[in-house]
Nanobody, 114 residues
C-alpha cells in the first residue's frame, strides 16, 4: 500500500520561508513522486511544481521565482522550498505523481499571515 506523508508546514508571516518534505512508503517507484500540489481554502487542488522525466523543473506562474522543488534520492524524499511567502500561498500542500496517480496523503498546512 502506497502512503504519502507530507510535513514541514506551519504558520509564518508574509515574507517568510518554509521547507516542505514528502516521504513515500510502499511498493512504488519512489522517484515517480515528483510533483507538489496545493489546495487553498475553498478552491480546487492545483499543481505548484514538478520535476520532469528529463530532470527539468516546472513551476506554476503564481510561485515562479519563490519556490524550488528538489529531491534527495538517497533519502527518497521530495522537497519544496517556499520563500517570500504571501498570504495567497495559504493552502494544504500535497505531493504525488504528475497527474495524482496515488492516493493523496493528509497534506501539510501552510498558513501565511499578512
Amino acid at each position: 500500500q502506497v502512503r504519502l506523508v507530507e510535513s514541514g508546514g506551519g504558520l509564518v508571516q508574509a515574507g517568510g520561508s518554509l521547507r516542505l518534505s514528502c516521504a513515500a512508503s510502499g511498493s512504488i517507484f519512489k522517484a515517480s513522486i515528483n510533483a507538489w500540489y496545493r489546495q487553498p481554502p475553498g478552491k480546487s487542488r492545483e499543481l505548484v511544481a514538478r520535476i520532469r522525466s528529463d530532470g527539468s523543473l516546472v513551476y506554476a506562474d503564481s510561485v515562479k521565482g519563490r519556490v524550488s522543488i528538489s529531491r534527495d534520492g538517497a533519502k527518497n524524499t521530495l522537497y519544496l522550498q517556499l520563500n517570500s511567502l504571501k498570504p495567497e500561498d495559504t493552502a494544504v500542500y500535497y505531493c504525488n505523481t504528475i497527474g495524482g496517480g496515488y492516493a493523496w496523503g493528509q497534506g501539510t498546512q501552510v498558513t501565511v499571515s499578512s
